[in-house]
T-cell receptor, first 116, second 108 residues
């Protein structure tokens, strides 16, 4: 079974631009979560989608948004990029309907975003 | 505020020795904890989990201990191998929080 895939793997943008990241979960998984990982803040939860609905949300500004499609694929968008948005963005999928981290999450390799 | 944290940012051990990585949490309502391993260039990988109704859980070469009295959990890796070199995170499920991570280096 193929793992979680994320595209693109690397991205360079400039301040003020917007970016869209894509995540394809493991086949059959309906929950997709997004995380931001930086050296200073570690791994921080952004949001979780289940059956095309946002089920949980972390403490990030409204510039960070996401959506999930009927095939469970998910996209994350960051508008008006700031230097501090430079990070590794990780996507994880899980197979059960339970909310939060109560089920094993399978992470993708991440998208490395650099904002100049 | 509530937090999930790690006592040591780095840990260096000899191959074959046992490793112990610690994690403190402050949300007494937390009832599910997970340990992840992250190798360079990869996403975190699930290692083992434990629920608050347990004190100990064992996997293959790994053991997680949970002390609810002092709100502390630890990950023990037996006979540490070079392939165990990675960053290890604890995570607290209820608030979707992760610790900062401990970098484990295994010396041959």
């Amino acid at each position: 079974k193929a793992g979680v895939t994320q595209t693109p793997r690397y991205l360079i943008k400039t301040r003020g631009q917007q970016v869209t990241l894509s995540c394809s979960p493991i086949s059959g998984h309906r929950s997709v979560s997004w995380y931001q990982q930086t050296p200073g803040q570690g791994l921080q939860f952004l949001f979780e989608y289940f059956s095309e609905t946002q089920r949980n949300k972390g403490n990030f500004p409204g510039r960070f948004s996401g959506r999930q499609f009927s095939n469970s694929r998910s996209e994350m968008n960051v508008s008006t990029l700031e230097l501090g948005d430079s990070a590794l963005y990780l996507c994880a999928s899980s197979g059960t309907g339970t909310s939060g981290l109560t089920d094993t999450q399978y992470f993708g390799p991440g998208t490395r975003l650099t904002v100049l | 505020g509530e937090s999930v944290g790690l006592h040591l940012p780095t840990l260096s051990v000899q191959e074959g020795d046992n490793s112990i990585i610690n994690c403190a949490y402050s949300n007494s309502a937390s009832d599910y904890f997970i340990w992840y391993k992250q190798e360079s260039g990869k996403g975190p990988q699930f290692i083992i989990d434990i629920r608050s109704n347990m004190d100990k859980r064992q996997g293959q070469r790994v053991t997680v201990l949970l002390n609810k009295t002092v709100k502390h959990l630890s990950l023990q890796i037996a006979a540490t191998q070079p392939g165990d070199s990675a960053v290890y995170f604890c995570a607290e499920s209820n608030d979707m929080r992760f610790g900062a991570g401990t970098r484990l280096t295994v010396k041959p």
